[in-house]
């Protein structure tokens, strides 16, 4: 059993921490959020991830997860700490490293003894020199302390089981102590555990994201190959898919990627790439397909309505990817945006949680209306905008969506319908790499 300490309850920290108490250790959470301190000591969770409020219970009851807004009570009994604190991307598309400075300065200003410091946030590559260096300055007492990496490959979403099942573990070190003491934090896991030094460990994270950002911008030109040949994006990807060297995973077309991860990580590992001297163009390709997803919507809209001046449009789906209210680089937010530099676009916006994140970024106004239903968001409508697959939307009525309708079309960016059921019914329907159901009067 270890102690460890995990600096910042948000997402990633938040089930870091109650998955290593789950696991055994006796861990702390800390944050400058007193009144999500407040919450978790009684139990109730931030938000919603499946199986976190169980877990909450169960390391609290067992007395093996606890909460402080203090720093000194995580730093000074732990072994471990993981740093976990948000790194926001400032105006320029770097991440802000400094809630990661402040705390590697707690940290250097509460040790008595040895400690062993993880990020576990995305991070810059050397991030964890900096962490280094920053406690080596401030270190007075000269007490020991190693630095490490432990990438996070959690979705939301699927966070709990993610960290539970992780298809491996990747721990950076750069001592024979720091390693040992990860390799008894996870043990008992049965999935490769790699162990590399910290640079080759904070690049397999942008790697990784990287690659799979790079599979969904491949697969959505391949998609627009498919428009112009007549043949079939999904089944394409199927085909592709039972390839074991390639996989299914990741090659569904559509309005592209968005979250805090894939935009952010492409863009920071091109940049870093540059800035170590490699020509990395592949990136900013998979970056500039993935922009340029919402133009080619526009000119699906476009083609179905011919002129958009005037008209009604029902968005459906806000939040970057379903069971999630976060509308982080959310292709809602794109589309919002384009649609609002056209004049006299309305738009009536539904999403099953993202609502209110949405609202704070784009108040309502005369050109912009929340509604409470996909029914409501259809009614008057020109068209519909599919941008999030959220299962209520794959179980529409679609004859009463129909109904209220000024004309029949619908946009789909996520595929989520079939196009010889859309054309039975009698709409027209546009979707991403498949066939189109347009009338031809
Ligand atoms: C991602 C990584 O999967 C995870 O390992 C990492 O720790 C954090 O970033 P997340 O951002 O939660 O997780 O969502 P994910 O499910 O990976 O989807 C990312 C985006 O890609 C979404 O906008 C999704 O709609 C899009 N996507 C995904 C596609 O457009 N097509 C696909 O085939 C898969």
Known sequence: MSEVCVIGVGHVGLITAVCLAKLGHSVIGVDKNAERIDQLRRGQCPFYEPGLEDLLDEGLQRGRLSFSQRLSDGIVGSEIIFICVGTPAVADGRADMSQVEEAARAVAQHMT?????????????????????????????????????????????????????????????????????????????????????????????????????????????????????????????????????????????????????????????????????VDFGLLREVDRINEGRIERLMAKLREALWVLNGKQIGILGLAFKPDTDDIREAPSARLIERLLRETDVRMKLYDVKAMSAMRELYPPDERLAYVDSPYEAARDAEAIVILTEWDEFKKLDLVKLKSVMRTPIIVDGRN???PDHMQELGFEYYCMGRKNIRNHF
Not at 122 to 137: A, E, N
Not at 190 to 204: F, R
């Open 416 to 418: 989520i319908f079939e």
């Open 113 to 277: 003894g040895y400690k062993l410091i993880v990020e576990k946030s995305t991070v810059p590559v050397k991030t964890s020199q900096w962490i280094k260096r920053t406690i080596g300055l401030l270190n007075r007492r000269g007490v020991e302390f190693d630095v490490a990496s432990n990438p996070e490959f959690l979705r939301e979403g699927s966070a709990i089981h993610d960290f539970m099942h992780p298809d491996r573990i990747v721990i950076g070190v750069e001592s024979e102590r720091a390693k040992q003491l990860m390799l008894r934090l996870y043990e008992g896991f049965d999935c490769p555990i790699l162990v590399t030094d910290i640079s080759t460990a904070e690049i397999i994270k942008h790697a990784s994201n990287s690659f799979l950002a790079l599979k969904i911008s491949y697969i959505n030109m391949i998609a627009d190959l498919c428009e112009r040949a007549g043949a079939d994006v999904r089944m394409v990807a199927e085909g592709m898919g039972y390839d074991a060297r390639i996989g299914r995973a990741f090659l569904d077309a559509g309005v592209g990627y968005g979250g805090s991860c894939f935009p952010k990580d492409v863009k920071a590992f091109a940049a870093l790439a540059e800035e170590l001297g």
